[in-house]
């Protein structure tokens, strides 16, 4: 197996890379706009697409370079690997889909409701890949947390906000979430998958254990703060998997966050 990662330069991307590394895994990855890919070296068997726009206020004010990277440039690579009999794996976000409360689970198969134009293109691609090579993986996550410290990490971003909701969302541990990947890339799985750590937390519990000091506000609150600085709409969600879950969230976090205060500086 060889595997070409698209958007190494990434947290997720060089994370992934990373851990393929420490499993003996040769990996190759490239650099330039995933539009101008129009063929693959002959060796590689896998394409996992990380790249993407990915910061969704970004996205909402600029949505023709987003449409660019995240449709097009994934539909492209899904075209490039199905002429070329290589397996593609997209990665998504489990954000196309929207709960109305705590027990609201979401499954892959359920109705999408985009809630920005980031996660509406996310969606599109979905579909157009599938379309175009149904043997393609794609794998959806939500809130990723890690034990190192990164601007892109959960555990980065709320010790940023003064203001935390306190509904309760499906997060997922980074390092629990690696392997996992792996697995399912290994036995040639196609189709979308949900990857997640059982049950759910609220960013609120989330900020008391890391000690950041907020101001509490509902879903609601949060909505209309975000209208009124013309910002994109944030989606609640809570998921569930047809594959297995990954451990409780609510058992690794208080480790998770243990080892990430001795990453931050």
Known sequence: MKILILGKQGWLGGMFHDYLISKG??????????NSIKRLDPDVTVVINFAASASIDWCEKNKNKTFHNNVLGAVNMARVCKDAGVKYVFISSACVLKSEDDNDFKYEDDATHPRCFYTETKLMAEKLITEISPEALILRFRLPISEVAHPRNLLDKLVSYNRLIDCQESAVIVEDMLPKFLELIQKNKSGIFHIINEGTISPAEIGKMIGHKFEVITKDD????????????????????????????????????????????
């Open 222 to 265: 949060l909505d209309k703060q975000m209208t009124e600085e013309g910002r994109a709409t944030r989606t609640s969600t809570v998921i569930g998997t047809r594959y297995e879950y990954l451990p409780p969230i609510k058992d690794r976090i208080r480790e998770v966050v243990s080892r990430w205060r001795m990453t931050c500086h």
């Open 25 to 34: 895994i040769e990996v190759t990855h490239r650099h330039e706009d995933i």
